[in-house]
C-alpha cells in the first residue's frame, strides 16, 4: 500500500505561481511512476503531468506544458509539480497518484494503483 499526501495548493491570482508537493509512504517510492491530475467538480479526472519511477521520462498535457514542471526527488519520497502563469481555467482539485510496474510514463488515470485526496488550486482572474 502506498499512502500520497498532497500539499501546497491555495487561492492565487492569474499570472502566479505555486508548487505542489505529494509526499509518499509505505513502499519504495522509486519503485512507482508518478503522476498529477485535477478534476472540478461536475467533470471527469483530467491528466496534467506525468514522470517515471527515475524521473528520467516526463510528459504533459498541453494545456500546461511551457507552464507546469513535474520533478521528483526519490530520497525524500516526494514528488513535485511546479505551476507558473496560471490561470483561472487551471482552478480545479489536484491529485498526486502513483503506480508499480517500471520506469514509464503513465497518463491514464485508470492504470494508477494508489490516489492522494487532493489539494484545492483556486486561481482568480
Known amino acids: 500500500q502506498v499512502h500520497l499526501v498532497e500539499s501546497g495548493g491555495g487561492l492565487v491570482q492569474a499570472g502566479e505561481s505555486l508548487r505542489l508537493s505529494c509526499e509518499a509512504s509505505?513502499?519504495?517510492?522509486?519503485?512507482?511512476?508518478m503522476g498529477w491530475f485535477r478534476q472540478t467538480a461536475g467533470d471527469g479526472r483530467e491528466f496534467v503531468a506525468a514522470?517515471?519511477?527515475?524521473?528520467?521520462?516526463?510528459y504533459y498535457a498541453d494545456s500546461v506544458e511551457d507552464r507546469f514542471t513535474i520533478s521528483r526527488d526519490n530520497a525524500k519520497n516526494t514528488m513535485y509539480l511546479k505551476m507558473n502563469k496560471l490561470k483561472p481555467e487551471d482552478t480545479s482539485v489536484y491529485y498526486c497518484?502513483?503506480?508499480?510496474?517500471?520506469?514509464?510514463?503513465?497518463?491514464?488515470?485508470?492504470?494508477?494503483?494508489?490516489w492522494g485526496k487532493g489539494t484545492q488550486v483556486t486561481v482568480s482572474s
Open positions: 497518484a502513483a503506480v508499480g510496474g517500471g520506469d514509464i510514463v503513465v497518463v491514464v488515470a485508470y492504470e494508477y494503483e494508489y
Open positions: 514522470i517515471s519511477a527515475s524521473g528520467s521520462a516526463t
Open positions: 509505505g513502499r519504495t517510492f522509486s519503485d512507482y511512476a
